[in-house]
């Protein structure tokens, strides 16, 4: 049986992108598998409030909208409900003309080399932030899996839908792709993370570059946070089932 691969989408406010971004995913995908491999684009609209859902209709196969802004975890959460596919392929909405370069992530999976496969994106072009979110994560990382990572943040990853399962639900907010890497890792699955010349919009060093650095701090400090406790738990349980 030809795989099937469901590409999840979540966007906010993303209008001026998202068209672009499913137009040349489509384009690649069909120069690259033509019949080979089934597969769907589902997008998921968290509570946009100007037109990204209509915009996105015209080139997705499934469309889900939140009635309010619920965080790109909610979303995922969504998108992975309404997949057909048993494999996953989750992007960022604002890839536009890269968009199909991600489509190389699914090939160690099918291969059957890798469970999870992580895009690690070039440098940005400008200097956009001072690291600190990025090397919070990638420390944390190590410290509650082991795992040495190069894309602690990274959206673009292709994953099997079974071995997903496994993990339960995503985090909330900005430290999802953060708590999903350690998941993986805790539950077993096997990552590789590849060179894929993805880009998109930058966080530039402005007043709303700053505030959307800070968030994101603060959100994935919390997710280390709440996994720390989960291990810590798990840990004390374990010692007390000894005795």
């Known amino acids: 049986m030809k ?96 968009a199909g370069e991600a489509l190389v992530l699914i090939e160690p999976l099918l291969r059957r080399e890798a469970d999870m496969a992580i895009a690690k994106l070039p440098l940005p072009g400008a200097k956009a932030g001072f690291g600190l979110v990025k090397g919070l994560a990638r420390r944390g990382i190590h410290r509650l899996s082991g795992y040495k990572t190069e894309a602690p943040l990274s959206g673009q990853r292709a994953v099997r839908a079974d071995r997903l399962r496994e993990l339960g639900g995503f985090a909330r907010g900005f430290g999802v792709e953060v708590a999903l890497t350690i998941d993986a890792v805790r539950h077993g699955l096997r990552i590789v993370e590849l060179d894929v010349p993805i880009t998109h919009r930058e966080t530039g060093r402005d007043w709303h570059g700053y505030m959307h650095r800070g968030r994101q701090f603060a959100a994935v400090g919390l997710t280390l946070l709440t996994r720390w406790k989960e291990r810590k738990q798990v840990w004390f349980s374990s010692d007390r089932s000894s005795i």
């Open 3 to 98: 795989p099937y691969l469901s590409i999840i989408i979540p966007a906010w406010n993303e209008a001026s992108t998202i068209p672009n971004t499913l137009q040349h995913l489509l384009n690649q995908a069909d120069l690259i598998w033509g019949t080979e491999m089934r597969f769907e684009i589902i997008v998921v609209d968290d509570g946009s409030v100007d037109n990204t859902y209509d915009v996105a209709w015209p080139w997705a196969d499934k469309l889900v909208k939140h009635d309010r802004r619920r965080g790109k975890g909610a979303a995922m959460q969504s998108g992975v409900a309404k997949a057909r596919g048993d494999l996953l392929l989750f992007l960022d909405a604002d890839l536009q003309a890269t």
